[in-house]
């Protein structure tokens, strides 16, 4: 069983940050891939950012984030990010934190389950 919670939504002007933490409680993540993912209103969940359970370097990002969010996860104290930078109105959105069992980063990402997620964090983009 994993738990998660996410953090550090809020309200930012356009050309703004945001840091997104989530916090796991689970006796292990071995072998979870980790991600972001976002639903707008009216629109379907998307994959943000995922990264693989084994290599940190083996990540993914959506094409309309890639150059602006960073997707880090901290193994030991079980921690996931998501550095924001350059936020846009379109990136407005609930934006959960996920983990799945043994998944690819880029299928993973690709898809809208998972086998865990978290309540979601609100972002909202606006001046």
Known sequence: QVQL???GGGLVQPGGSL???CAASASTLEHFT???FRQAPGKEREGVSCISSYDDEDTYYLDSV???FTISRDHSKKMLYLQMHSLKPEDTAVYYC???????VYHYCSGTRSD???Q???VTVSS
């Open 5 to 7: 919670e996410e953090s």
């Open 19 to 21: 840091r997104l933490s």
């Open 34 to 36: 980790m991600g972001w």
């Open 66 to 68: 890639k150059g602006r």
């Open 98 to 104: 996920a983990a799945d069992f043994g998944n690819t």
């Open 116 to 118: 865990y997620w978290g």
């Open 120 to 122: 979601g964090t609100q």
